[in-house]
Each structure stands twice: as structure tokens, then as C-alpha cells.
């Protein structure tokens, strides 16, 4: 399969059973149906297993590139 937004061929990932179609050129991310609510399901399952009281940990503070720009690594973070 393409990526509709470059036309370059789309990898494929799981994560956590789920299916995930991405493309190495522009990083876009695409889920076939039924994936995103997939995602939310396990979500909300990992927040419910939470003691509570537990702390989200914070993401990683963002770096400094050669130009002094800040940026994160949009892996880390597992958000797109």
C-alpha cells in the first residue's frame, strides 16, 4: 500500500496487537478500521490499572538540534 500523502510504500508495525501502517519518509501514521478504537480500549484499560494516586511520569524534556531549535522525538512519546 502507498502512503496517500507521498506515494512512498507504507511499513507495518504492531504494537500490543495492534496493526499500524506507517510510512518512513514522511512519518505519517495510518490505522485501518477498528485500530484507533483498539487504542482508545487499551488506553483506557492501562489508566484503569493505575494505583491510585499514581503520577503520569512527564515526557522527556525536549533537546536542543544544531540550529538551537527544540524539538522531541515523536516515537518517544508514542503520540502522532
Known amino acids: 500500500m502507498k502512503c496517500p500523502n507521498c506515494i512512498e510504500e507504507l511499513k ?17 501514521v495510518w490505522l485501518d478500521r477498528g485500530e484507533l478504537d483498539k487504542i482508545i ?3 483506557a484499560e492501562d489508566l484503569s ?3 491510585r494516586g499514581g503520577r503520569v ?11 538551537g ?3 522531541r522525538d515523536p516515537y518517544r512519546s508514542g503520540h502522532r
Do not use: F, L, N, V
Not at 511520569?57 to 540550529?67: E, F, N, V, W
Open 12 to 28: 507495518m508495525a504492531e504494537r500490543k496487537g495492534i496493526e499500524i501502517d506507517y510510512c518512513p519518509s514522511c512519518r505519517g
Open 41 to 43: 480500549e487499551r488506553s
Open 49 to 51: 490499572e493505575m494505583p
Open 57 to 67: 511520569q512527564d515526557p522527556p524534556p525536549a533537546t536542543g538540534d544544531k540550529h
Open 69 to 71: 531549535q527544540k524539538h
